[in-house]
């Protein structure tokens, strides 16, 4: 017959068992729970209804990665005219960069009822002309994509001091009226075949076509001061830091001419105060030229084959990105936008 301390050890060693299995079935059943639990609704891509007073009328949409955390910076990207922002970020490959990164994508996207014989603008266009759109203190368009923004520091306790902005076409324009309207809220932008800020003060001015479209004449006239002084006028008496500015251009763009890249670095050079010749040229890609201004306050790409089109880089590597079909295929433009703003490492 065993001893009483022998059968104690056994009830003893018996009982530590049954914790330790139990302990063991919780939290797998735990983990099984958490990993059937839906995705919250604000995560992935989204539609956010409510985010503000919304003065100028536009709708906003999110994508919010899975890798994002408290903490995360955010990209306004803007859609072109006639776009949407329904497949923009996945199309272009900024999406890849969310992913990779966990930096959260600001989408907004003009409204229909804006649009047209009813509305302010035509081509579903950003309103990049009109004063109340495109100033700091105007109650328009760039102040609801302030909100946008506020709205992800206070949902996604995003990084108030690592938000920048980006586009294509007329949204390209959208992100020239954001950096020189709100410049304390941006850290830095990249531009993709947009317009110069205010290079047309009227809707006729900023559609009318020709050899120079959008703005055709204007950028033989202005000069580069006068082009620094139109973007200081979105934020008079502005004294503090300003977002850095990286622009794209095709060089075989049919509807906005190449000289919309030198008349946007001509302003951006005048406004941080240095000169207009690059201290440094380089070509990453055949056909393709950075140049770098000043400490690299700009940097500019000219992509020589490339139409009004995205540049765009389709495979699996860190540095390629897009959908195919959807761009030009050279190099990926939101990868270099990416590093240029200090995303990633």
């Given at each position: 017959?065993?001893?009483?301390?022998?059968?104690?050890?056994?009830?003893?060693?018996?009982?530590?068992?049954?914790?330790?299995?139990?302990?063991?079935?919780?939290?797998?059943?735990?983990?099984?729970?958490?990993?059937?639990?839906?995705?919250?609704?604000?995560?992935?891509?989204?539609?956010?209804?409510?985010?503000?007073?919304?003065?100028?009328?536009?709708?906003?949409?999110?994508?919010?990665?899975?890798?994002?955390?408290?903490?995360?910076?955010?990209?306004?990207?803007?859609?072109?005219?006639?776009?949407?922002?329904?497949?923009?970020?996945?199309?272009?490959g900024w999406r890849k960069y969310a992913d990779a990164y966990g930096f959260t994508l600001v989408l907004p996207e003009q409204k229909d009822e804006n649009v047209g014989s009813g509305g302010i603008v035509p081509h579903r266009c950003f309103s990049a002309w009109n004063p109340a759109d495109r100033t700091h203190d105007g109650q328009g368009e760039a102040r609801s994509v302030v909100q946008m923004i506020d709205?992800?520091?206070?949902?996604?306790?995003?990084?108030?001091?690592?938000?920048?902005?980006?586009?294509?076409?007329?949204?390209?324009?959208?992100?020239?009226?954001?950096?020189?309207?709100?410049?304390?809220?941006?850290?830095?932008?990249?531009?993709?075949?947009?317009?110069?800020?205010?290079?047309?003060?009227?809707?006729?001015?900023?559609f009318r076509t020709g050899s120079f479209a959008p703005c055709p004449g204007r950028y033989n006239v202005v000069a580069a001061q006068e082009w620094g002084d139109r973007i200081r006028s979105a934020h008079p008496g502005y004294d503090g830091e300003r977002p850095r500015v990286q622009i794209w251009h095709g060089g075989s763009d049919p509807l906005i001419n190449k000289k919309s890249l030198e008349k946007q670095r001509d302003g951006w050079t005048d406004v941080f105060g240095i000169p207009r010749s690059p201290s440094s040229t380089s070509h990453p890609a055949s056909g393709v030229t950075k140049q770098v201004y000043g400490g690299g306050e700009v940097e500019t790409y000219l992509i020589d084959a490339m139409g009004h089109e995205a540049p765009v880089d389709p495979g699996t590597g860190i540095d390629r990105c897009g959908t195919a079909g959807q761009g030009h295929d050279s190099l990926c433009g939101p990868y270099y936008a990416a590093r240029f703003f200090g995303l990633g490492g």
């Open positions: 017959m065993d001893s009483p301390g022998v059968a104690g050890a056994e009830s003893r060693f018996t009982r530590r068992t049954i914790r330790a299995l139990t302990a063991a079935v919780v939290a797998v059943m735990s983990a099984a729970l958490l990993s059937a639990t839906p995705a919250r609704a604000d995560t992935g891509f989204h539609e956010v209804r409510e985010f503000g007073s919304n003065p100028g009328n536009l709708k906003m949409f999110a994508y919010v990665p899975e890798t994002a955390r408290p903490g995360a910076p955010v990209v306004v990207l803007f859609h072109g005219c006639g776009g949407s922002a329904q497949d923009l970020d996945v199309d272009t709205h992800m520091k206070a949902g996604h306790a995003a990084d108030a001091d690592r938000v920048f902005a980006t586009g294509y076409s007329g949204g390209g324009a959208a992100v020239n009226v954001m950096l020189a309207a709100h410049p304390e809220v941006f850290k830095a932008g990249a531009v993709f075949f947009g317009m110069a800020y205010r290079c047309a003060d009227n809707e006729q001015d900023y």
